[in-house]
């Protein structure tokens, strides 16, 4: 485990040393003040519920920004070379990646505390839903990063693998969203497949099992799928 | 320390190495010769564990690169062709990292460190961004970044390329230290590099095996059969005719006029010296012989010779087609 380290430590100076990260955060927060401020208007209701519900498609085309040059760039300017003639294990150098693009995602969802702090302040919330919501948005994150470290090693293009990232969970989004009122005999699936459904219920104050383990089990199955796909120069 | 045997690697539609098999020992500095996209890079990357093998088995430090890959990087220093680094760290940075990644204990790292910066000659740029350093200073990063373990195994892909006169020198000074410490499986194209710091070499062509053994020895082999450069003055067909016909001369090959003055240079067999069958040669057709001149063998000229075969078979058949006096 102790290539997990190094490379989760040497992806945070690189994290920190390009504008990406910078302009990520930035975006992120803009439109998350931006909502939290109209609907806090709007509503004047001391809850976070909606603005938060609202975070997830932005992060569906953010989280792919983060991760679209984790892999792509290793291997288009070749540094993918010394980085596996190291004595690291190829998982150790995907789970690093993916510990040091998430650990950049909660970084940038801390900030947001604030408007907790502030609701408190003004109001008395419901700390239920928002705790929830903390919880579902931490491991909403981790899907999410590890589809889009999954998109960079498919390619050694940063443009094309933000590209298909973005693409793969807007897709997801939309594929629980649209079906959600229907009672095709396929909802039930697309809905299970979908983000939009799981992330729904941590909204409302709700921590699934199901929505849990879809969480977790997507995010490994993309991970594991990433490790083989950098193992695959050995086979190719 | 290094053993390859039977190896060939196959990309989609090309051969790139094709069963060669050679022994790096300890202690040993072994040059990797052969021209560009010969399978010098491929069959180092194959040890190094980066790609596998097609057929065959390569063992380094006796641990197989297949199935003891882990094994086999905690023991070797590698600088690929074309140094990739991270351009947006720092040099003291980056190599702080490499140290980390191999498992350079903890309390070891500082002092590696200094060691490999001052040894590499980066000391000077060591708090600057890799991205802003020239080709050979990140050359030079690429270095200490292999050294940084202190390897028992060095595997150097062209560690000269890109450099200046003076750079060369540096890092053949640094390659020939660290062969009396290390064992070293250097590539290059440069020869006068292998005669300077190999103890051997072996040269591939279109993956295949073509030489192996000391710079000396191949030099030998082919010092029997030299080469002779002759300055003339006569009809230029009629001498080379006759120098064709002179036993033991197995080519003759005319250079550039120089207005009446002829240049040519013949081939010889082995241990045959032809100078004074030349001479007499010359008298009893009444010619003039201005220089004669016997050229030394370079490690160049086996080189060529090795590497181009079919080439200058070929050019001979053209030319004496067009009846341009080769023999």
């Known amino acids: 485990m102790g290539g997990t380290t190094t490379i989760f430590k040497r992806e945070m100076i690189g994290f920190f040393f390009s504008p990406v990260a910078y302009i990520v955060i930035a975006l992120f927060l803009i439109f998350c003040g931006y909502f939290f401020a109209t609907l806090l208007a709007l509503t004047q209701q001391a809850t976070l519920a909606y603005s938060l519900a609202n975070t997830q498609f932005i992060l569906s085309i953010l989280a792919p920004v983060i991760t679209m040059k984790l892999l792509s760039e290793e291997v288009r300017s070749g540094t993918i070379e010394m980085l596996v003639t190291a004595p690291v294990t190829d998982f150790e150098v995907v789970f690093g990646k993916f510990l040091a693009a998430w650990f950049l995602y909660l970084v940038m969802l801390a900030p947001t505390l604030l408007y907790v702090v502030f609701l408190k302040w003004v109001g008395d919330p419901d700390m239920g839903p928002i705790i929830s919501s903390y919880i579902g948005l931490a491991l909403m994150g981790a899907m999410f990063i590890s589809i889009g470290l999954l998109m960079s090693s498919l390619t050694k293009s940063q443009v094309v693998a933000g590209v298909l990232g973005i693409v793969t969970l807007v897709l997801l989004f939309f594929i629980g969203y649209a079906v959600s009122d229907t009672e095709v005999w396929y909802a039930a699936a697309f809905q299970y497949i979908g983000t939009y459904g799981h992330w729904e219920s941590f909204t409302k104050g709700l921590v699934t099992t199901s929505d849990v383990v879809y969480y977790i089990s997507m995010t490994s199955l993309c991970l594991f799928i990433t490790v083989r796909i950098v193992e695959s120069r050995k086979w190719r | ?327």
């Not at chain 2, 020939?176 to 064992?183: A, C, I, M, P, Q």
């Not at chain 2, 053994?213 to 009809?235: F, R």
Request: charged share 30%.
């Open chain 2, 1 to 327: 320390m290094i053993k390859v045997e039977n190896l060939s690697k196959r990309y989609a539609d090309m051969l790139a190495v094709d069963d060669i098999s050679f022994e790096v020992h300890e202690g040993e500095v072994l040059g990797f010769l052969g021209p560009n996209g010969a399978g010098k890079s491929t069959t180092m990357r194959v040890l190094t564990c980066f790609i596998p093998a097609t057929l065959g088995f390569a063992w380094v430090a006796g641990y197989d690169v297949f199935t003891d890959s882990l094994k086999v990087r905690e023991q070797i220093g590698y600088l690929p062709e074309n140094v990739p680094l991270y351009l947006d760290m720092r040099v003291n940075e980056y190599l702080m990292f490499r140290a980390e990644l191999k498992k350079v204990p903890r309390k070891d790292r500082k002092s590696r460190l200094g060691e490999c910066i001052e040894r590499c000659g980066v000391k000077e740029v060591q708090n600057q961004m890799v991205g802003t350093l020239s080709k050979g200073y990140r050359q030079r990063v690429g270095l200490a970044d292999a050294l940084i373990n202190d390897p028992k195994i060095l595997i150097l892909d062209e560690p000269t390329i890109g450099l200046d006169p003076n750079q060369i020198r540096q890092v053949r000074q640094l390659i020939k230290e660290l062969g009396e410490k290390h064992t070293i499986l250097l590539s290059t194209h440069i020869l006068p590099e292998v005669e300077m710091v190999c103890g051997r070499v072996i040269i591939i062509d279109k993956g295949k095996l073509v030489a192996n053994d000391t710079p000396a020895n191949l030099l030998t082999q082919l010092e029997g059969g030299s080469v002779l450069k002759l300055q003339a003055k006569g009809p230029e067909k009629r001498i080379a005719q006759a120098l064709k016909g002179l036993a033991g001369v197995t080519s003759v090959l005319e250079e550039a006029h120089d207005g009446a003055v002829k240049h040519f240079m013949i081939e010889t067999g082995k241990d045959r010296d032809i100078r004074e069958d030349i001479f007499r040669t010359f008298v009893k057709n009444e010619w003039v012989l201005l220089e004669m001149q016997k050229v030394p063998v370079t490690l160049e000229d086996i080189f060529h010779q090795l590497t181009t075969k079919e080439e200058v078979v070929a050019v001979e058949e053209e030319s004496e087609k067009s009846g341009v006096g080769i023999g």
